[in-house]
């Protein structure tokens, strides 16, 4: 029986916890008090306590220093747990809390011999956090939470040393998990043991971006006591965040940026280089900037591998425009998931890299409070009986459906031919059409650009007779040769060619105050509401993919291509979910280098494709393309 078949606490105790309006105690414990089926505000944040507490990471010593390494954790807790109330406890775990050093990214541009050339010094630009700035805090603790920020191995106070997801990193936040339930040894700054009489032992584990790829990694090891997590822009494999099918890729925004500039990035320990500087080298000379392989090095930072294990419960939230973790993280998560039948829901949203606090703040704190009461207070909260799936399909304007992609999709083919048309039938008979490889052009200029172009291939629909709605993964089917050069890249790029009002990625405030949590000095417990940015564009990329085509058969193993052979190609797209609008145009563009994510090669690479070959699959869920 899978441990959320039931509640986590006896139906006896949630009877009389729905009944008194707390959870059982004796007369002189404390208790948090419950209506309407929610945890209700009614400890003090003011007077909460705050303890820092050093877990010790049995069996792991990543600096070689003769001791097991030991993570920091910062804990905020309601007061009457000195008295003998028991509390779960909401985690985040991070390497950014003591900030990020500044470091060189690596070079994009590619010499004749394969070789990096120079590149400039660039800035990472990823935000630190201070302990309880954010709104776990004002939030939760009040309601009957305790609170647990995680700082990681080789970050702040913590020892240890950072690689970039690899299982040590997993092991910190882990530890702590162990220390809550009386697995592992805590100590405070003098030393002194420390224990969480105060913990019930149950944990959820939320964050963003590098905080929300720990929860994911964590749940992969099934530790004990960690009953549910919520990802937001999370990593599932950190193969699929710097590689794309044997292809050399950047994260959006950050071109040259690797597993070594990130575990860089993170040192913040004292004595960081001395300790760690061996083993930052070794990654840089291991993930392979040069072939783009998958490889055991990659391997051990595939949480995939795992998804068999994981316990917890899962509310994964991340942004349909987000380029920077891109979707496939999300999506082959979920998908694998699903396969093992794990209690799931979903947030998708039109915005990009971002925390769903600062885009939909009041309904992400019903269900985010309903989930947690649910899966570590035991309380039918009824969050499990509404939809799982919450897809943003426009600015502000959200849908809530069954489950995700949307029941119904099915498989749609589409078929390149002459003429730059996108068909619904194959025209094998289609001429061969060539394009030559460049450098220095981004994806938006050879999309804007007019007819005929001598850097790309784009073909397009006639003016769409209906809404066509994709949820899903498609893929593309390239027939092509390539000669006279060095580029092994084919792109593809996903393109709705029609005026509209669309979602620049930025937030824009609404000018309405909203307090959401118990304020103290320095904190009010209050944000401003904002919403997504629009501005009216001519299309939009919806999504895009990449292969080395090296990589064409596997991709861990490089394999050459002779000069002018034609070789069948498939590849997939980042998932996504879209509607492409009645009287717009739905297109495929095809090139070779990525400027802003694919390292680029020296230009003149020819790429002759066969469109009657050629095909594109989209996971279409109603209308039909005539």
């Known amino acids: 029986m899978h441990p959320w078949k039931a509640l986590a606490v006896p139906l006896a105790a949630l009877l009389v916890a729905t009944m008194t309006g707390a959870t059982p105690a004796t007369a002189d414990t404390p208790a948090i008090k419950i209506e309407n089926n929610a945890t209700q505000p009614v400890f003090s944040r003011a007077d909460a306590i705050m303890q820092t507490v050093f877990v010790e990471v049995a069996g792991t010593d990543s600096d070689n220093d003769g001791r097991p390494d030991r993570v920091a954790v910062d804990i905020l807790r309601p007061k009457e747990t000195d008295q003998g109330l028991k509390v779960p406890v909401i985690m985040e775990a991070s390497p950014y809390f003591a900030g990020g050093n500044d470091v060189a990214n ?53 020892t240890g040393c950072p690689t970039s997801g690899d299982v040590n990193e997993t092991a910190g936040p882990k530890a702590a998990i162990d220390w809550l339930n009386g697995r592992a040894r805590g100590f405070d700054a003098d030393g002194n043991p420390v224990e969480a009489t105060w913990s019930t032992g149950k944990v959820g584990m939320i964050g963003v971006s590098y905080n929300g ?193 949307l029941p119904g999709t099915a498989t749609v083919p589409l078929f390149p031919g002459s003429g730059s048309k996108l068909n619904l039938l194959p025209r094998p008979l289609s001429p061969k059409e060539s394009f030559v490889d460049q450098k220095a052009r981004t994806a938006e200029e050879l999309v804007e650009a007019t007819g005929q172009d001598p850097n790309r291939l784009a073909y397009t629909t006639g003016a769409l007779p209906t809404d066509v709605r994709i949820s899903g993964t498609p893929t593309v089917s390239v027939r092509a040769s390539f000669k006279d050069g060095a580029s092994p890249y084919l792109t593809a790029l996903l393109v709705d060619y029609g005026t509209d009002v669309r979602p620049t990625g930025s937030l824009v405030s609404t000018g309405q105050n909203y307090c959401y949590g118990q304020g103290i000095p320095g904190d009010t417990g209050c944000t401003t509401l904002r919403t997504l940015g629009t501005a009216t564009t001519p299309y939009k990329i919806v999504t895009r993919g990449w292969l080395d085509v090296r990589n064409r058969n596997h991709e861990d193993r490089t394999e050459p291509l002779r000069a002018g052979k034609d070789y069948s190609f498939t590849w997939d797209f980042q998932p996504t979910d879209y509607l492409f609008k009645k009287g717009h145009r739905l297109g495929l563009v095809i090139m070779s280098t990525d400027y802003d994510y694919t390292l680029r090669y020296p230009p003149g690479t020819k790429i002759t494709v066969s469109p009657g070959h050629s095909s594109l699959r989209l996971p279409v869920t109603f209308g039909r393309l005539h």
């Open 106 to 158: 690596h070079p994009v541009d590619v010499d004749e011999n394969g070789n990096p050339l120079p590149t400039l010094r660039a800035q990472i630009n990823k935000l630190a956090a201070e302990p309880f700035d954010g709104y776990y805090d004002n939030y939760f603790v009040p309601r009957g939470y305790a609170v647990a920020l995680v700082e990681n191995l080789g970050s702040g106070r913590a």
């Open 213 to 405: 790829t720990l929860p994911n990694a964590v749940a992969a090891t099934g530790v004990k006591g960690l009953e549910t997590i919520v990802p937001i822009a999370a990593i599932s494999s950190w193969y699929d965040y710097y590689r794309a099918n044997g292809g050399v890729l950047a994260p959006g925004g950050y071109q040259g940026e690797d597993l070594d500039v990130l575990a860089k990035y993170v040192l913040t320990r004292e004595n960081g280089q001395e300790a760690c500087g061996a083993l930052i080298d070794q990654i840089a000379a291991t993930q392979d900037r040069i072939t783009g392989d998958y490889s055991p090095f990659w391997d051990a930072r595939n949480y995939m591998n795992d998804v068999r294990k994981v316990k917890a419960s899962v509310f994964l939230v991340h942004g349909l425009n987000d380029w920077n973790v891109k979707t496939k993280q999300f999506a082959q998560w979920w998908y694998a998931l699903a396969k093992q039948k794990v209690p799931r829901k979903i947030w998708l949203h039109q915005g990009t890299h971002m925390n769903p606090f600062n885009l939909r703040t009041v309904e992400w704190l019903r269900q985010l409070h309903g989930w947690f009461d649910y899966w570590l207070h035991g309380i039918d909260s009824g969050i499990m009986r509404e939809p799982q799936a919450d897809v943003e399909i426009a600015a502000g304007q959200w849908e809530r459906h069954a489950s995700w992609p």
